[in-house]
């Protein structure tokens, strides 16, 4: 049986546009109440920019067998236990008789700031992993296949993420992939990383400029962290579990 992509690059463009109009909506929002957020928070804090991805990866699971299952989105069923602290919140968690089929982050960057955003989206992506691998380990979910844990990332393209930039290391040196590369650059090692390193079963990195609000581009970094190469895997995932009833 093939796989069904669900028209996803329709999709992922439509969700770009999403992204961009709604953290505009978010912003003159709060202009227009008069609290208005420093700098780039003013168009994150409306918490809904990356719904359409969401919505992307529901009608993925929907349509590759698992239409029956508990999707879950709502805040309050959000929440899978940990290892190394009591609990994490996910942003998307698939239940299916009493199973954990799939746990997926969706995450986003924009300028201006993006150097301690990257060390701190680095450091989250790889504590969240290790912690959900050691906890399933441990039967913390019961004893089950291995869930589909999912890691997708839009970043801004503009010339702050995609310029060179340079690194201080007194005492060693750097590994050379990471010498003189772009903040875009280094998400997609930290991405290829992520899934070589088993902590995710697929990550994404995609790049969108601010201007995509009307026209939803968006590019891939490299064909192991393509979008494509995301929603294959997981519909993949899906299929798999579908079919064991």
Request: glycine content about 8%; hydrophobic content about 40%; overall charge neutral.
């Amino acid at each position: 049986m093939a796989l069904e992509l669900v028209d996803y690059e329709r999709k992922a463009r439509d969700a770009v546009m999403a992204f961009w109009g709604n953290r505009e909506k978010a912003k003159q929002k709060q202009i227009e109440a008069g609290t208005v957020d420093q700098g780039e928070r003013a168009g994150v804090t409306g918490g809904k920019n990356m719904d359409g991805f969401i919505a992307l990866v529901i009608d993925l699971i929907k349509a590759n067998g698992l239409a029956h299952a508990s999707i879950h989105q709502k805040r309050a069923l959000l929440t899978l236990p940990g290892y190394f602290r009591p609990t994490k919140l996910w942003d998307l968690l698939v239940i299916h008789r009493g199973q954990l089929i799939a746990a997926i982050e969706l995450k986003s960057q924009v300028g201006p700031s993006f150097g301690n955003n990257f060390n701190n989206r680095t450091e989250e992506a790889i504590g969240t992993a290790h912690d959900l691998w050691t906890a399933y380990r441990e039967d913390a979910f019961g004893k089950h296949p291995r869930p589909f844990v999912g890691w997708l990332m839009m970043v801004e393209d503009e010339p702050r993420s995609s310029a060179p930039v340079r690194d201080a290391s007194p005492h060693f040196p750097v590994f050379p992939e990471f010498q003189g590369a772009s903040y875009q650059k280094r998400y997609d090692i930290l991405c290829q990383r992520l899934v070589k390193e088993q902590l995710y079963t697929s990550a994404s990195v995609i790049t969108s400029p601010r201007t995509a609000s009307d026209s939803g581009d968006y590019a891939d970094l490299s064909e192991m962290t393509s979008l494509k190469t995301f929603v294959t895997s997981l519909a993949g995932h899906i299929a798999s579990e579908a079919a064991r009833g």
